[in-house]
């Protein structure tokens, strides 16, 4: 397996489906969510790969700045970046943390409503960028 640090436009699609499934949140909450999904990115990366050197993404500071943007993507699109997500994030025992499996039964629950049958989901890139 390997892992990346992926964007913020990932992480924003991420957010995005999990409230397109249904989850209410406020603001304060997706960027809460955003932020500890990247956390999960970051601590998965280095658990594949050792030590982050100063000069890779995901710095505490730059996952302290996340702030969630509304993604205006199709469901399917949106839910590709969230797969994409989880797999960079299952490293490690981060597959084991709270917050991830919490996510990964919401993108299950988006899975059985057909998301990869989809002309989009196919189409969509693997994560998504600015």
């Not at 995901?58 to 943007?69: D, H, K, V």
Request: aromatic share 8%.
């Amino acid at each position: 397996m390997s892992a990346f640090f992926v964007g913020s436009d990932t992480v924003d699609a991420a957010v995005t489906a999990i409230i397109r499934a249904g989850v209410l949140m406020s603001l304060d909450e997706a960027n809460a969510i955003g932020r500890g999904l990247w956390t999960l990115n970051a601590d998965a990366v280095t658990a594949r790969y050792g030590a982050r050197g100063e000069d890779m993404n995901g710095t505490p500071e730059e996952i302290a700045a996340y702030r969630w943007t509304h993604r205006n993507e199709a469901t399917p699109v949106l839910f590709k970046s969230l797969e994409c997500l989880l797999y960079q994030c299952s490293e490690g025992d981060v597959p084991q943390r709270e917050l991830f499996q919490k996510v990964d039964a919401i993108r299950e629950k988006l899975e059985r409503l057909g998301m990869k049958a989809a002309p989009e989901y196919e189409a969509a890139p693997w994560g998504l960028c600015a």
